[in-house]
């Protein structure tokens, strides 16, 4: 099996070297020309809680696409969400007819993946692994594989079954991957907009840790409300409450607040006391982050009954313009922006 990894950075060059140490074919594909370079040079290099893995690994630059001879098998998607259509158009002359593309992302770029390569070709992933990376082919990966978790899913009845062949791939990056049945990812992928929504944007706008947001009153109520509208957004979609981040079925149907369990769940089991969103990471890279895939899809469901995720994109967008910076200084601001009668 030949598989490339489309969008190398931190989460996929750290999804890259797992590979590439499990003896599989891996070809990493980058858009950032230092870090291709490193990787080149010394091979990557992920510092992870409990060991620190130094590969060598095969890595392109993203214009080097077009040389490519052979076909892959499987390609792992890890752009951002807002660049999953292109990047599909740009790999798609190299995908197998028989091979699979998995958005192994944030947001719900599913549909985005379909639209490129097919229905029959497509897999839905739900991704929780927690990594930064400021240096070219250095990792700092918060969550190794016993704190990293994926689901995958079939997008269409035509890849039915399919879901296991990427879950035993990505099974060599984490210790908890679930296969999910045809039609359950779109609201597995709704579920992680829930817990996304609650934290990514919200404590990148303070600049802190997630898990330090989490704790500090009265943004956990800010954080808890945004995900409260997302799970009413997904209801008004017709998403089920599809169990993700390991947690049962009947665990999320007792919950009397499953936004409190996701965020509880996340914070215990899969981020670090000092771990910040990828959100803040590209901010402080001068880098637009995923708001409007996150946040911006429940306004975009709820419209004016999302007011807490309506104030978390617009004070993300004043970040992203220069207006402000990350500070716990913006609580006020976002309180003032979601209950105007604070």
Same mark, same amino acid.
């Given at each position: ?40 040079? #010394?091979? +990557? #290099? ?21 040389? /490519? ?15 999953? $259509? ?39 992933? +739900? ?13 700092? $990966? ?23 062949? +990427? ?52 943004? #956990?109520? +800010?954080? /808890?409300?945004?995900? $409260? ?50 959100? /803040? ?46 500070? $716990? ?7 003032? /922006? ?5």
């Amino acid at each position: 099996m030949k598989i490339a990894i489309l969008g190398s950075g931190a989460n996929g060059a750290s999804i890259g070297a797992d590979l590439t140490e499990a003896g599989l074919d891996v070809t990493l594909i980058d858009q950032w020309p230092a870090h291709v370079e490193a990787m080149r040079e #010394r091979g +990557v #290099r992920i510092e992870m809680p409990e060991r620190t893995l130094e590969i060598a690994v095969e890595a392109r630059h993203l214009c080097e696409v077009a040389e /490519l001879r052979e076909p892959f098998d499987l390609v792992l998607v890890l752009m951002k969400a807002y660049d999953t $259509r292109w990047a599909c158009e740009l790999i798609e002359p190299w995908v197998a007819a028989d091979a699979l593309v998995a958005g192994v992302q944030n947001g719900m770029t599913q549909g985005a993946i379909a639209d490129v390569v097919g229905p029959a070709r497509a897999i839905g992933c +739900v991704i929780e692994i927690s990594s930064e990376m400021t240096e070219p082919g250095i990792v700092h $990966r918060h969550s190794g594989p016993s704190a990293s978790y994926f689901a995958v899913g079939a997008v269409d009845p035509a890849a039915a079954g399919r879901e296991v062949e +990427v879950a035993a791939v990505l099974a060599r990056s984490a210790d908890t991957v679930e296969a999910l049945d045809v039609g359950e990812i779109e609201a597995a992928k709704w579920m992680k907009i829930v817990s996304n929504s609650t934290t990514l944007v919200g404590s990148a706008i303070l600049g802190m840790p997630i898990a330090a947001s989490a704790k500090l009153e009265p943004m #956990r109520e +800010v954080m /808890l409300a945004a995900g $409260r509208e997302a799970l009413a957004a997904g209801a008004a979609r017709g998403y089920s409450h599809v169990p993700i981040f390991g947690l049962g079925a009947a665990e999320m149907e007792a919950a009397d607040d499953l936004t409190e369990l996701l965020l509880d769940t996340l914070v215990e089991r899969f981020v670090l006391p000092e771990t910040t969103s990828t959100v /803040l990471h590209d901010w402080r890279k001068g880098r637009r982050g995923e708001v409007d895939d996150i946040n911006g899809e429940v306004v975009a469901a709820l419209g004016a009954e999302a007011p807490v995720n309506g104030a978390i994109v617009e004070v993300a967008h004043r970040i992203e313009r220069g207006e402000l910076e990350p500070s $716990r200084a913006n609580l006020d601001l976002l309180l003032d /922006l979601a209950h105007p009668s604070h």
